[in-house]
């Protein structure tokens, strides 16, 4: 079984910074691509940042200059360091990793549980 656990998230100022992190853990043989995406009420869930399991990271247009996506592979983990929050970032953050669980598997999307970003203007 793969869970990934987020956390990082609350309330900041706008113009303030906040660090989220995913990790992943259980019966893990291989992690390809991790990620971040994040949803409003009534909007679809829409990407933030992404990044290979050599470095390679992909940012929407929204937040490029602003966020930084890490990775630690050997911790299974990635680091969302968000600077220069706006209110339009208010959403619900969730962690996602394409994972497998033995050399026989096929690759499988796993999403964590959410968690909630709010920038107070």
């Known amino acids: 079984q793969v869970q990934l656990v987020e956390s990082g998230g609350g309330l900041v100022q706008a113009g303030g910074s906040l660090r989220l992190s995913c990790a992943a853990s259980g019966s893990i043989f291989g992690i390809k691509t991790m990620g971040w995406y994040r949803q409003t009420p009534g909007k679809q869930r829409e990407l933030v940042a992404t990044?290979?399991?050599?470095?390679?990271?992909n940012y929407a247009d929204s937040v490029k200059g602003r966020f930084t996506l890490s990775r630690d592979n050997a911790k299974n983990t990635v680091y969302l360091q968000m600077n220069s929050l706006k209110p339009e970032d208010i959403a619900v953050y969730y962690c996602?990793?394409?994972?497998?669980?033995?050399?026989?598997?096929?690759?499988?999307?796993?999403w964590g549980q959410g968690t909630s970003v709010a920038v107070s203007s």
């Open positions: 990044i290979t399991s050599g470095g390679i990271t």
């Open positions: 996602n990793a394409d994972i497998r669980t033995g050399i026989r598997a096929g690759w499988d999307t796993y």
